[in-house]
């Protein structure tokens, strides 16, 4: 029952590392959040240009 490479948990620097994975996590959202704008300004760009595609004159009959 007794593990031999079993270690007592040390409490000292939880706090320390704690705070510093908040940190990273935070980095990481902010990087996440950067990409998903940029996806987000590619679509909306490919949706305006679209419009203005199917806004043109190709399809439309003059009046007579």
């Known amino acids: 029952m007794n593990d031999p490479n079993w270690k007592p948990f040390d409490l000292a620097g939880l ?5 510093d994975v908040k940190s990273l ?11 998903d704008v940029e996806r987000l300004d590619a679509i909306a760009e490919a949706e305006r240009v679209r419009k203005t595609e199917a806004s043109g004159t190709n399809g439309r009959r003059r009046y007579r």
Do not use: S, T
């Open 15 to 19: 706090r320390q590392r704690l705070v």
């Open 25 to 35: 996590l935070e980095q990481a959202a902010a990087v996440g959040m950067a990409h």
